[in-house]
C-alpha cells in the first residue's frame, strides 16, 4: 500500500530505536551508531573493542530494542529498583544483580568509623546507616579503571556539622595560634586512631565552644574534659598535660584564678614526674614521628610560658617551673610545624651565645617568646628593690633592651614576611613591654592611686608621686604606649592569648594615672590610647569574663577621673599658660572620651 514503511529483514514492525549514548568509535568518526554491543559498524568493520561511556546527561525514554546496552538503564528505572542496575551506581555488578543484594552489602569501614570530633562513633550513627545511603550517593569515576575500586564521593546533602565539631574548628580557629603545642589538626585526628585522646578533645572542644554561642553545651563540655582528665585510668603524659594547660588558660580568661592555679600546680608536678623538661623526652615518646617530638618540645615551653604569664599578670604565684634546668630543643617556626618539615632543633644555650659563636642560623618567634618570658623570670628572682638607683634595676633593664636591641629585622614587629600577624612575636614583645612596666613602676614617680581600683588582674601597687618625671617614669609611659599601639594590628583581638587582657590592664593603669593629673600635655593623644585599651578590653569581653571585669574597673575609673577635671575646669589658675584654643581642644577630647566611656558602660 501506498505510504507504508518497508520493514526491515527481521520482520520487525518497530521503529528503530533511540540511541541515547555512541560507541567511543562511532562518536570518534561523527557516525551514528545503533547501541549494540558491539554495534553494527565495529561489528562490520572487525573492530572487536566497542566500547561505551556511561551519559551523564538524562534519558529521553526507555530502550525498546531487544539486545540492551549494558552501559544503559531505562529512565523509568529508578537506582533502588529490582530490576537492571545501573553501572555507575556503587555496589552494581551484573544486571542480573538485585539492588536489594547490593545495599545490604557493608559501609566501607573509611566512611564510618571513630571520629574524635563528634561527628560519629559506629556505622549505626553514620549518615549512610538511614535511607538509601543517607541521602549520600556514591558514584564510580568513569574515567578509572573500574578494577582499582577508586571511588569519587560526590555528598548530594552533606549534613550540617555538629557542635563538637565546629568547637573543634573554632579551637584551631582561634585558640591554637596563641598556643601552638596541641598537634596540627591531620596529624592529631591521625594520631587518635591509634589512641584515646578523649581528654584532649574534651579540652579542645571546651575552649572552642568559649568562642560562640552553645548554651548550656558549654558547661557540659567543661564537666567532661575535668571528669577525663582527672579519671585514674587517663595516662601522665604529654597529651595529658597539653590538656590541663588549654584548661588553665581558659579558666584563668574566665576568672577562675583559683582553680586555674589548682590546675596549674598538678600540671606542673605531672611535667616534672614524666621528664618532660628533659631533651630525651621528645625521641623516647616521638614514635620517630618529627612533628610529634616537635609538639613534646612546644608542649613543655608553652606550659613553661604560662606558668611566667600567670606569675607576672597576677603576682599571686612564684614561676616554680623557672627554676627547673631544663635542656628541652627550642621550637621551630609555625610554617614549618604545620606543614611538618620539622629542622634540626636548637637549643637554648645556642639561643644565648649567638652573638659570640657568630652562628648565623635563624631562631624562631617562638624561641623569642621564650627568651622574653626568661627575663620576667630573673625579674620575678630579684630581691625586692627599696631605692630606685639599685643595681639590679638596671641589670634587668640591660636584659630588656638587649631583647629589643638584637631582634634580628625580620622580628622587629609583630608581622611576618607575608604581612601576616606572627602570635609568637606578638606576645614576645607584650611579654618585653609588660616587664618594663612591672619593673619600673614602684620607682616611678606617676602617683597610682586614682587607678587604685583597678585590680581585676593584680593587687594595686603603691606609688607615691614625685615634682618631675624620672627615668623610670618614662619607661613605664614609653611601654604602656607600645602595648596600646598593639591593638591597631589589623586582626581580631579574640585571636591573641587571653592574657593580652592583663597586660592591656598594666598599660590602662599608667594612661589613667597620668591623665589624673590635673594639666596633662599632649592629653588628646593619651585619651586615645585610654580609649584604645578600653575598647579592646569590651571585644575580649565577649570570649573572657576576666575582660570584662578589667573593662568595667578601667572604665569606672576612667568615669571618675573624668568628672574631677570637669571639676576642676572652672579654676582659672589651673589653666595659666595655656591659649585659648589650647584650653576648648582639651576640654572637647574629654568630651569625646567620655561619651564613649559611658556608652560602654550602657
Known amino acids: 500500500m501506498g505510504g507504508a514503511t518497508t520493514a526491515p529483514a527481521n520482520g520487525d514492525s518497530r521503529t528503530p530505536p533511540t540511541v541515547p549514548a555512541a560507541c567511543l568509535g562511532c562518536r570518534a568518526k561523527h557516525l551514528k551508531c545503533d547501541g549494540l554491543n558491539p554495534c553494527s559498524r565495529c561489528l562490520a568493520s572487525g573492530d572487536t573493542v566497542c566500547q561505551y561511556v556511561a551519559s551523564r546527561r538524562g534519558y529521553k525514554g526507555p530502550r525498546r530494542n531487544t539486545a ?11 537506582p533502588s529498583s529490582g530490576g537492571e542496575t545501573c553501572p555507575m551506581l556503587l555496589g552494581a555488578t551484573l544486571p542480573t544483580t538485585s539492588m536489594a543484594t547490593t545495599m545490604t552489602t557493608p559501609v566501607t569501614p573509611s566512611l564510618a568509623t571513630f571520629n574524635p570530633m563528634g561527628m560519629f562513633e559506629s556505622a549505626a550513627a553514620s549518615p549512610f546507616a538511614s535511607g538509601p545511603l543517607g541521602g549520600m550517593q556514591l558514584y564510580r569515576n568513569p574515567y578509572l579503571n573500574p578494577m582499582n575500586g577508586a571511588l569519587v564521593e560526590v555528598t548530594a546533602n552533606r549534613p550540617p556539622q555538629t557542635i563538637p565539631e565546629r568547637c573543634i574548628d573554632s579551637f584551631y580557629s582561634h585558640f591554637y595560634a596563641g598556643h601552638p603545642a596541641v598537634l596540627p589538626k591531620e596529624h592529631l585526628l591521625k594520631m587518635a586512631k591509634d589512641r584515646n585522646l578523649d581528654h584532649l578533645f574534651a579540652a579542645m572542644r571546651w575552649a572552642g565552644s568559649l568562642y560562640f ?61 614524666i621528664g618532660l623538661y628533659q631533651r630525651p623526652y621528645a625521641t623516647l615518646h616521638g614514635r620517630s614521628n618529627p612533628t610529634l617530638e616537635e609538639s613534646w618540645r612546644r608542649t613543655w615551653w608553652d ?18 617551673l623557672f627554676d627547673i634546668v631544663a635542656d628541652v630543643g627550642l621550637p621551630c617556626e609555625e610554617f614549618e610545624y604545620t606543614s ?20 648565623d642560623r635563624p631562631f624562631s618567634s617562638f624561641a623569642y617568646r621564650i627568651a622574653s618570658i626568661r627575663n620576667l623570670g630573673r625579674m620575678m628572682r630579684l630581691p625586692e628593690s627599696v631605692f630606685p638607683g639599685d643595681d639590679n634595676v638596671d641589670r634587668i633593664e640591660s636584659l630588656l633592651s638587649n631583647w629589643r636591641l638584637h631582634l634580628p629585622e625580620s622580628k622587629r614587629d609583630c608581622l611576618n614576611k607575608d604581612c601576616q600577624l606572627d602570635e609568637m612575636m606578638f606576645q614576645a614583645h607584650m611579654i618585653n613591654h609588660a616587664c618594663s612596666i612591672i619593673l619600673h613602676q614602684p620607682h616611678s614617680q606617676l602617683d597610682s592611686s586614682p587607678a587604685r581600683d583597678v585590680t581585676a588582674c593584680a593587687p594595686h601597687q603603691a606609688v607615691q608621686s614625685g615634682e618631675h618625671f624620672n627615668a623610670h617614669t618614662r619607661h613605664i609611659i614609653t611601654a604602656a604606649s607600645a602595648i596600646s599601639k598593639m591593638v591597631t594590628y589589623n586582626v581580631p583581638i579574640t585571636c591573641h592569648t587571653h592574657f593580652f587582657t592583663c597586660v592591656l ?68 589658675s589651673l589653666w595659666v599658660g595655656y591659649t585659648q584654643e589650647e584650653i576648648i581642644s582639651s576640654m572637647a577630647s574629654d568630651e569625646s572620651i567620655m561619651s564613649d566611656i559611658n556608652s560602654m558602660l550602657n
Open 213 to 273: 554561642e552553645v548554651g548550656p553545651l558549654r558547661a557540659t563540655f567543661f564537666d567532661e574534659a575535668m571528669r577525663l582528665c582527672y579519671d585514674e585510668d587517663t595516662p601522665k603524659d604529654g597529651f595529658l598535660v597539653q590538656a590541663l594547660v588549654i584548661l588553665i588558660i581558659c579558666l584563668d580568661g574566665c576568672a577562675e584564678n583559683e582553680k586555674a592555679r589548682d590546675i596549674l600546680s598538678d600540671v606542673e608536678r605531672i611535667a616534672i614526674e
Open 303 to 320: 606550659l613553661f610560658v604560662v606558668d611566667g604569664m600567670v606569675a607576672g599578670v597576677h603576682r599571686a604565684t612564684n614561676f616554680l
Open 68 to 78: 540492551q546496552n549494558p552501559n544503559k538503564r531505562h529512565a523509568s528505572d529508578s
Open 340 to 359: 611538618g618539615q620539622i629542622p634540626r632543633p636548637m637549643y637554648l644555650e645556642d639561643f644565648e651565645d649567638q652573638i659570640f659563636t657568630g652562628n
Open 505 to 572: 590592664t598594666l598599660s590602662s593603669v599608667v594612661h589613667l594615672s597620668k591623665w589624673a593629673l590635673i594639666i596633662v600635655q599632649n592629653d588628646a593623644d593619651l585619651k586615645e590610647k585610654i580609649r584604645l585599651n578600653i575598647g579592646a578590653l569590651n571585644k575580649l569581653s565577649n570570649v573572657w569574663k576576666a575582660a570584662g571585669r578589667a573593662g568595667s574597673q578601667v572604665k569606672g575609673v576612667a568615669s571618675e577621673i573624668y568628672h574631677v577635671k570637669k571639676a576642676q575646669q572652672n579654676n582659672s
